[in-house]
């Protein structure tokens, strides 16, 4: 444990100022200061970490820290703030309590995750004995953090204001950046959201204490402090003080490397780094948004093109927590269903701020993505999916029932060389890697190839290969992506499915079948044969077809009851399936009033 300054003298004051424990009497508070500590937790140090044993309850009393959770992929998942006045620690000390090994003492449990002062952080421990005679002498207590149990327990990785960042520093690369009139476009976006906010520059911050930034959170619903990226006080302290990094950077210019200097700060070192390239009208961008990612150690790129309108818009419900991310799933052709989703969103006027999905889904997500509206998302995916069959280049197999060429023309026409950092709203895809048995999420690179990948029907289409590795259709391990968008954006997550298959195979194709020269002669190249649904069916009979769909504050669930994962000329059917659908489902969520509308 990191800490400085730890002390069991008269920690009386500080006890009594923790909402928590207000109505506890001074005798109570005075005994449990005998089984408490004061210490401070420098920015970037860790007050605990996962597998380490418990026996204490903790409480902030400045400054903030993250909270972590390992991930099967060896990443670390960010699960949220906790601010001044909450308690950290309080599952792992009550799942402590208990005695296990029948000595007659309670045993210590170790913490499942991480936490990490995001700032300078004042501490006050409490054994779990302490904690004990305080909530003898005031049991509303315990009901009070079972209560906060529960609701963290409930929440998981839903929607929560509580835990989203606050204070947001936007750190220009270049003195030529015009901080202020982002930031202020920025605040006046965020008022018409309802979002009470406050933009601190260096004359105003610098050399403040902790406290100062405490009061500003409780004051304000964000906070947005402004520097340029140099060897200066107000840089370093404004990097250390934010829950969240935005590099502001210019889109016709490049990242130096190092782009940060040595000193870090702890969001910088726990990538809670986004980068925000500013574009000024026609200029030639002087590198792929790809490389300022890496260079910043970025989990995700924005574009803004100009002051005010859309981009600006997409920002300020970013920081607010109020995006609109939309998922969709794997399907084949019943994945036209989301072309219908869109439509009725855009009807609504609900916005779209991330979109993302697997197998089918994704492609439809990438048209989004691109910018397209709706006739020019139509006329696509009839010419590339509806007019002609886009798995009709059957071939003998050797790895794929098609040779796939078909598929990488049709893509490669309407989506170009077109990079995922590039496009409208940020994107991803996934795909199932089964060389280590793991699904992949696609976040760069080519999206035609993304989009390759993640459609890649096991027997079917030829595999991608991608620096060693064999990818496939996403469907496979992760056929509804709704974790991701949540881990992708803290807003609103707006999820279809069109994975439930309403009937089986039909048997009689099965029956005496012919030969490939015999299938061929009778029904020609046009048609697929049996074994195509025979694979299709047997790659997505193992999606759970619940999966993923407790991640989504509106689920949208389009009758497709006639339609087959091949029926690639179903198109009108399933857009005005997933239109009704929609319609029906965000009207009943009230979306667009929790999402655009001053609170």
Request: hydrophobic share 40%.
């Amino acid at each position: 444990m990191g800490m400085f300054g730890g002390t069991s003298l008269d920690v009386v004051p500080a006890l009594a100022s923790i909402k928590f424990l207000e109505d506890v009497p001074k005798r109570a508070l005075r005994a449990a200061g005998k089984e408490a500590r004061w210490f401070s937790v420098p920015a970037g140090w860790p007050l605990f970490r996962a597998g380490e044993m418990s026996e204490s309850i903790f409480f902030v009393l400045s400054g903030s820290f993250g909270a972590f959770k390992a991930m099967r992929d060896g990443r670390s998942e960010f699960m949220g703030h906790i601010r001044a006045g909450e308690p950290v620690g309080e599952m792992a000390m009550f799942q402590g309590g208990v005695d296990i090994n029948g000595d007659g003492a309670p045993d210590n449990v170790p913490h499942t995750s991480s936490v990490y002062a995001l700032r300078d952080s004042e501490v006050l421990e409490i054994s779990r004995k302490g904690f004990q005679r305080l909530s003898e002498a005031e049991p509303e207590i315990l009901t009070a953090i079972i209560r906060l149990i529960l609701s963290r327990l409930r929440e998981g990785n839903q929607r929560n204001r509580r835990t989203a960042p606050k204070v947001f520093a936007l750190v220009a690369t270049s003195p030529s950046i015009d901080l202020d009139l982002r930031a202020e476009a920025l605040q006046k976006s965020l008022k018409q959201l309802g979002v009470k906010s406050r933009v601190v520059h260096e004359i105003e911050g610098d050399e403040k204490p902790s406290t100062f930034f405490d009061s500003l959170e409780a004051e304000n619903d964000v906070v947005i402090l402004i520097s340029t990226m140099g060897d200066n006080a107000w840089y370093r302290l404004s990097m250390r003080q934010a829950d969240r990094i935005w590099v502001v950077a210019r889109s016709d210019s490049k990242p130096s490397y190092p782009l940060f200097p040595e000193e870090n700060s702890p969001a910088q070192s726990l990538k809670l780094v986004d980068v925000l390239l500013l574009h000024q009208g026609a200029e030639r961008q002087a590198c792929r948004p790809a490389d300022w990612l890496r260079a910043a150690g970025a989990a995700r790129v924005f574009h803004w093109h100009q002051i005010d309108g859309v981009h600006c818009d997409r920002l300020a419900r970013t920081i607010a927590g109020r995006s609109v991310g939309v998922v969709f799933s794997g399907g084949g052709a019943r994945a036209y269903a989301h072309i219908g989703v869109v439509k009725a969103m855009r009807e609504l006027g609900i916005p779209i701020d991330f979109a993302g999905g697997a197998s089918m889904g994704a492609v439809v997500a990438g048209c989004v993505a691109m910018g397209w509206d709706d006739a020019e998302i139509d006329r696509r995916i009839r010419k590339a999916f509806v007019d002609s069959n886009p798995l009709g280049d059957w071939n003998i197999p050797v790895v794929g029932m098609v040779k796939g060429r078909r598929v990488d023309n049709r893509l490669k026409e309407h989506f170009g060389d077109a990079e995922v950092g590039d496009l409208e709203i940020p994107f991803f895809a996934v795909s199932t890697n089964l060389t280590d048995g793991a699904y992949r999420i696609h976040r760069e690179g080519r999206l035609r190839r993304a989009l390759r990948a993640t459609i890649s029907l096991p027997g079917i289409l030829p595999p991608v290969i991608d620096d060693g590795e064999v990818l496939v259709d996403g469907g496979l391990l992760n056929n509804f992506p709704t974790d991701v968008m949540r881990e992708l954006q803290r807003g609103f997550v707006v999820g279809c499915d069109v994975s439930r298959i309403p009937q089986g195979l039909d048997a009689s194709e099965f029956v005496n079948a012919p030969s490939f020269l015999g299938w061929i002669a009778k029904h020609g190249f046009s048609s697929a044969p049996p074994i195509a649904g025979l694979l299709m069916r047997s790659a997505t009979i193992n999606v759970n077809p619940t999966s993923g769909r407790e991640l989504v504050d509106t689920l949208i669930l389009p009758e497709l009851k006639d339609i087959e994962l091949r029926d690639w000329k179903a198109y009108d059917q399933a857009v005005e399936a997933g239109y009704q659908s929609a319609m029906k489902a965000l009207k009943e969520s009230n979306l667009k009033e929790n999402c655009c509308v001053v609170a």
